[in-house]
């Protein structure tokens, strides 16, 4: 049997999309007759670099990797890139320290062609890469089995977020705020997870944190998805949004998002233009809904993609 290190330990909470990914994809290969483990021990065979920084949930740094292969020489790694320095106003140079780790690592896995592009034309990088799109719980993140859609109703818009950083899309989000000082606008909207300080929302509906099913039955109760993020590497909100029957509206700057999004609904970059897609995905939604690829979205299209790499080292 191989063993698997990931050097991130999965939270059983909201903790971002690299703890969803490491807790789907530890099952998908356990179920594939393989170990996982979360700590540095004798004889692995492959170690999942998912942050080169020790944190909560992350276990071990670069240099610690670094040591082991150094000592085990046959290890190999895989270093799966979901972030960047865009999406802040103020760098902490992770590129920097990503950068370091690409270089002991085996095939480095980019979470959007986007972002792999941005990386090897930025650094001028000569590396072993590929792209694979993020997947989601397929057995939580489900259509309802009756989709009801009457667009003579206000339409129910959702998004959820558990970063609260300002590019995430509040840009957008805190002037839908004002537009619905408007009483007789088409839509409400709901936010669910950890709103950004800066500004208090007067008409958006607010909605704690949550994961899993609970979620799921959240998500599964609004007509459209919205995603405003922008220069996002990867994320998992708008897969799991789209997975839950919904057309989706995404920003023009949204990085990675584009990748996915542009299959299941409208582009738009100001809030002008946020309206007028609005309403051609409601007046064409039948269209837009039944385009939707839950395959496709699906943790096991993804966790196969990575199980072929995986099989090539090990």
Not at 121 to 129: G, H, M
Not at 171 to 177: L, R, T, V
Not at 193 to 218: F, H, Q, S, T, W
Not at 224 to 241: C, D, K, N, S, V
Request: charged share 30%; net charge positive; aromatic share 14%.
């Amino acid at each position: 049997m191989k063993t698997v290190l990931f050097t991130l330990k999965p939270l059983n909470e909201s903790f971002g999309g690299g703890n969803f990914f490491v807790k789907n994809i530890s099952q998908y290969l356990i179920s594939k007759n393989y170990k996982v483990v979360y700590d540095l021990q004798p004889n692995i065979d492959l170690i999942f670099i998912i942050d080169p920084r020790k944190n909560k949930s992350n276990n071990y740094t670069y240099e610690e990797i670094s040591d082991y292969k150094k000592k085990n020489p046959n290890v190999k790694i895989i270093h799966r890139i979901n972030e960047n320095d865009m999406k802040r106003e103020k760098s902490i140079h992770i590129e920097t320290l990503l950068i370091e780790t690409m270089k002991i690592a085996d095939i480095v896995v980019f979470v959007s062609k986007w972002m792999q592009n941005y990386y090897i034309d930025k650094y001028n990088l000569n590396i072993n890469s590929t792209a694979i799109i993020n997947g989601c719980d397929e057995t939580v993140f489900y259509p309802p089995k009756d989709k009801d859609f009457n667009k003579k109703e206000k339409i129910k818009i959702v998004t959820h977020h558990f970063s609260s950083n300002y590019l995430k899309g509040f840009h957008i989000y805190n002037e839908i705020d004002k537009l619905l000082n408007d009483k007789n606008q088409n839509f409400e909207f709901t936010f669910i997870g950890n709103y950004n300080e800066d500004y208090k929302p007067k008409n958006i509906r607010i909605v704690k944190a949550c994961n899993g099913m609970k979620l799921a039955n959240k998500l599964r109760k609004h007509d459209i998805y919205l995603t405003a993020t922008q220069y996002e590497p990867g994320a998992m909100h708008y897969l799991e949004g789209i997975s839950c029957g919904m057309p989706v509206l995404f920003c023009k700057n949204g990085g990675g998002t584009k990748e996915v999004c542009k299959k299941y609904g409208e582009e738009f970059e100001v809030i002008e233009g946020f309206q007028k897609k609005l309403n051609r995905i409601i007046n064409n939604y039948d269209e837009y809904y039944k385009k939707i690829d839950y395959k496709y979205l699906g943790n096991e299209r993804c966790c196969e993609e990575y199980l072929d790499i995986i099989k090539k080292f090990i």
